[in-house]
């Protein structure tokens, strides 16, 4: 058994050898080191990926357009001070998108002299819907989720990939939002 972790460690240490990350200029004040074979997602991507009336300030994906890094900035006005409070409304905001929520971490922290939320989970989504032909079938996916609060804006960076490839892009994912940095 000990030797089977052992091989499971080197297998994912050995994964994560080939990822080189690269900085990436997402607006004129936000920029972040992303995989280097990370591309803009299309339109088409993005709705055929993600049902929302709203586009995304920025969208990433790898090659096989399974991994997915995302921004955004809300409308809605916080103050720097409402960081706590933010962490509540967000943490209840995800557990009423999922049907099923597992945290890895939720937490708050400092990037580049900066206070962020983190949250970090396994989520699952069932299809419920009574006519689907897909009832009952389960979504799992990883996510990494950072927020902040920049000129009374929540800025919300996201990296995403289904739940079986947590093993290869977890560490890479918490390395990417290590390199936050936002002049403001």
Sequence with gaps: MKNLSILFLLLILCSFDGVKLKK???TK???????????PMTDDDMANKYFTPQKPTAMYTNPDRV?????NQ????????DLPLLQKFYKSSIVSLYS?????????????KRNFVVFEF????????????KKGSVVKQYSYMQYTI?????LVFNFTC??????????????????VKING
């Design 122 to 133: 396994i989520s699952e989504l069932v299809d419920e819907d009574p006519n689907s032909l």
């Design 67 to 71: 991994v997915d890094f995302g921004f």
């Design 24 to 26: 990436t200029k997402i």
């Design 162 to 179: 289904p739940a079986n490839l947590q093993p290869r892009w977890q560490e890479i994912a918490r390395q990417v939002m290590g390199t």
């Design 150 to 154: 920049e000129n009374n804006k929540v």
């Design 29 to 39: 004040e936000v920029s972040i080191s992303l995989p280097a074979d990370f591309v």
């Design 74 to 81: 809300t409308q809605t006005r916080w103050r720097p001070e």
């Design 100 to 112: 099923k929520v597992n945290f890895i971490q939720e937490t708050t922290t400092i990037v580049n």
